[in-house]
């Protein structure tokens, strides 16, 4: 079972996963990153929660399971990276920068 099944994200957060590989070695090691923190990433949104305001009131993500979004290079926080090298993360709504329609 993969990480990624096991996080449900709180308080507004989405779970995203890279959709592009990072470059491995022929060995196997992942080679790092030498993108510019000001650059943005597309990727695959894995769950969503909704928020809830200081009122009770429940405000539903403007993204769903399955969207592909836009999202700043160094958002959220990288909890996984799996064995094709995309990393999962946890990203706030704000993070995200818009849906990909297409």
């Known amino acids: 079972m993969d990480l990624d099944e096991k996080i449900t994200p709180i308080h507004g957060n989405i779970v995203v996963v890279d959709d592009k590989q990072k470059e491995k070695t022929s060995h196997g090691i992942i080679l790092p990153e030498t993108r510019m ?11 969503v929660s909704p928020t ?14 399955g969207d592909k979004v836009l ?3 160094v958002a959220g926080q990288t909890f ?14 704000a993070d995200i920068l818009g849906k990909i329609v297409g």
Do not use: H, W
């Open 52 to 65: 809830i305001l200081d009122n009770g009131t429940l405000l539903e993500p403007e993204v769903a399971i």
């Open 37 to 47: 923190p000001d650059q943005v990433i597309t990727g695959i949104v894995l769950s």
């Open 80 to 93: 996984q990276v799996n064995k094709e090298g995309c990393a999962s993360r946890v990203v706030s709504p």
């Open 71 to 73: 999202y700043r290079f």
